[in-house]
């Protein structure tokens, strides 16, 4: 039995880690536990249920209205994670500057940075993004196509054939660019870019998937040569999740420069995160 001196001794040492990590005890509350009780208690998916607010309150063709509603209902309603608007600017800035013609997205989840990308690019550009999760991909087909993008749905087991379901064919007053998204593993598809997808180099690289593997597929966009001459490669949650190993490997292999923008979590503004910007010089 703990006396209740001791027990009290440690009460202000509680007190502060409450204070001190609030904004983390939300985070875990909104995007874990309630989450989890709306999926008990509707059967819905999180990312469906995103997905119908969206479609129910944006407007269609308006990719920066479908960005905003989504962020809407991430900080209003629950958590999911996305680039969000302070990480976002960053993003578009970046394109400006770059006016990247051939893009890839290593994490499409619910296709916010899908639309975030596709509307920065330049007329003619395209957009190829990989998405692992069959059910994650069908919610950003509807998010991408509700924003005006064409969206060419190509499966990890059937390369090169359009999804039955009829997505083709830009709109007449669409965006000009063109949105490629493939669903599979990232370790399977890379390897399989060029030659059945049509992605000779990537100008741009943007990943959002598992931290874990930032590295892994940053060797193998090396190892397949899909990095063109100065590509900029940018990954998000490089210091919160964090991503440690992917950061030395880039600042020690000699093949990048390597500069990480601060900014904060998406609807979190006290929890610091960072966008890590790579810039490939070439083989080493």
Wanted: include cysteine.
């Amino acid at each position: 039995m703990v006396s209740p001196a001791i027990a009290l001794a440690f009460v202000p040492f509680l007190v502060t880690l409450l204070i001190r990590y609030r904004h983390y005890l939300l985070l875990l509350y909104r995007a874990v536990l309630l989450r989890w009780l709306r999926q008990r208690l509707s059967g819905v998916p999180p990312e469906q249920r995103a997905c119908q607010y969206v479609l129910a309150h944006a407007v269609p063709g308006d990719p920066r209205h479908v960005l905003r509603t989504f962020d809407r209902w991430c900080c209003r309603r629950e958590h999911l994670s996305s680039v969000g608007p302070c990480k976002g600017r960053i993003v578009e800035r970046l394109l400006r500057e770059r006016a990247p013609r051939a893009v890839l997205e290593l994490g499409t989840y619910c296709g916010y940075g899908s639309v975030l990308l596709a509307q920065g690019l330049p007329p003619g550009g395209r957009l190829y993004t990989v998405e692992m999760d069959p059910g994650h991909a069908a919610v950003a087909e509807k998010l991408i196509r509700l924003a005006g993008f064409d969206e060419n749905t190509v499966s990890a087991g059937s390369a090169g054939r359009k999804n039955p379901s009829g997505v083709g064919g830009r709109q007449a007053d669409g965006p000009a660019a063109q949105v490629e998204l493939i669903v599979g593993p990232s370790e399977e598809v890379i390897p399989r870019l060029k030659e059945q997808h049509g992605l000779l180099k990537a100008e741009f690289v943007f990943m959002d998937h598992w931290k874990r593997c930032y590295l892994r597929d940053l060797r193998l966009l090396e190892a397949h040569d899909l990095l063109a001459e100065g590509a900029t490669v940018l990954a998000d949650n490089v210091i919160f999740p964090g991503a440690p190993r992917f950061l030395q490997y880039a600042k020690t292999c000699g093949k990048y420069r390597c500069k990480v923008h601060r900014a904060s979590l998406e609807c979190f503004r006290a929890i610091p995160d960072g966008v890590a910007e790579l810039t490939y010089a070439g083989p080493r």
